[in-house]
């Protein structure tokens, strides 16, 4: 069973306002990974961190996201300006090294109104 | 186009029987995983399976390279079977997302 933390379960936000979300990689895991799943199930991958540092993110999240990994702290993923499209499940997941499965989080569900 | 096609999008079962879900994929792989996703949102993973098959209980994971496909088998379904069952073919290190997700096969269980 996974022990990828994620909080909070639920957030509600008002456009234009900022939304940030947490998540607690499973011990040792330093690969770590965002990813948006919208209602019609749809994944987009949002970005990635290894050690601290990001490797790939998209061009929204360059653009509009926030986002760190630091070390003895909660990684965290923060919309600076909500907008109603950015309503989805946030899904957190992190991973021993690049060739292993990833174990993902419950989620954050972010309801932007 | 989406690298990994996942059928059928639905599938309702008596109790009992048994399930069949595919997965067909356009790119080359480092592994298929397949998900299990609460209603609630969390997934949780059933099997990471590169190539050949693999058991867990009444689950069954086939991978087969050659033809780009993998398929997940569920025997003598269960109500608490129900729920969405998401396939995610895993590029690798030089992936940067490293998951491409299908869009889940619903299935519903009933007594």
């Known amino acids: 069973n996974s022990k990828v933390i994620q909080t909070p379960r639920y957030l509600v936000k008002g456009q234009g306002q900022k939304a940030k979300m947490r998540c607690i990689p499973e011990?040792?895991?330093?690969?770590v990974f965002w990813y948006q799943q919208n209602k019609n199930n749809e994944f987009k991958f949002l970005i990635n961190f290894q050690n601290q540092e990001v490797l790939q993110q998209i061009d929204m999240t360059e653009k509009r996201f926030s986002a760190e990994c630091p070390s003895n702290s909660p990684c965290s993923l923060e919309i600076q300006s909500s907008e109603a499209g950015d309503s989805a499940l946030y899904l957190c997941a992190s991973s021993l090294n690049w060739a292993e499965t990833l174990y993902f989080g419950s989620g954050t569900r972010l309801t932007v109104l | 186009g989406q690298q990994v096609q996942q059928s059928p999008a639905s599938l309702v079962l008596q109790e009992g029987e048994n399930a069949e879900l595919q997965c067909n994929f356009s790119?080359?792989?480092?592994?298929m995983q397949w998900f299990y996703q609460r209603p609630g949102g969390s997934l949780v993973s059933l099997f990471y399976n590169p190539s050949g098959t693999k058991h867990s209980g009444r689950l069954t994971s086939t991978t087969v390279i050659k033809e780009r496909r993998s398929s997940l088998h569920i025997s003598s379904s269960q109500t608490t079977d129900s729920g969405t069952y998401l396939c995610?073919?895993?590029?690798?290190?030089?992936?940067?997302?490293?998951?491409?997700f299908g869009k889940g096969a619903k299935l519903t269980v009933s007594p």
């Open positions: 011990k040792g895991h330093p690969v």
């Open positions: 995610a073919l895993d590029g690798g290190q030089g992936t940067g997302s490293k998951l491409s």
């Open positions: 790119t080359s792989l480092n592994s």
